[in-house]
């Protein structure tokens, strides 16, 4: 697999959801940002390591190297993104960013805006990957809110 620099873009196609979590900001950040965490609401992960700033994400009984990001947390930590440097199970996903905006709501709680960044219809991922994310993304609300 062969790292590649994540795109910054402003693409409008990109895959976004957007929800409201009856949690604090931080469950949310921890959630996405805590490599324990992020298996409890996403996939099975069988472990993870770290080599420098990269992640390297395992799943499967073999335990083959499924991804490597680059998980990138604000300084303000209400923004998290993956910059996903190679997937093996997805390749339309080497060079493209998901990220995580959590911002506390009036009403309490927080709302968390999603946007997987290069993410778009011409991929040939799109689809599957969209239904992926409308399933997981709640997820990261129920966990959120269950660990608050």
Known sequence: MTAVTPPRTTGSNDYRKQLHVDAPVSAVVD???????????????????????AVRIFMGDG????????????????????????????????GTAPSFV??????????????HVGLEPALECFEQCRAGWDHFVPCIAHHAEVSA
Do not use: H, K, N, Y
């Open 102 to 115: 959590v911002r506390p709501a009036a009403g309490g709680g927080c709302d968390l805006d999603f946007r």
């Open 63 to 94: 335990a083959p190297l499924a991804m490597q990001v680059r998980v990138d947390v604000e300084a303000d930590a209400s923004t998290v993104t993956w910059f996903v440097q190679s997937c093996g199970m997805a390749q339309d996903w080497a």
């Open 31 to 53: 959630a996405v940002s805590d490599l324990t965490r992020i298996a409890t609401w996403w996939t099975p992960v069988t472990r993870t390591e770290r080599d420098g700033d």
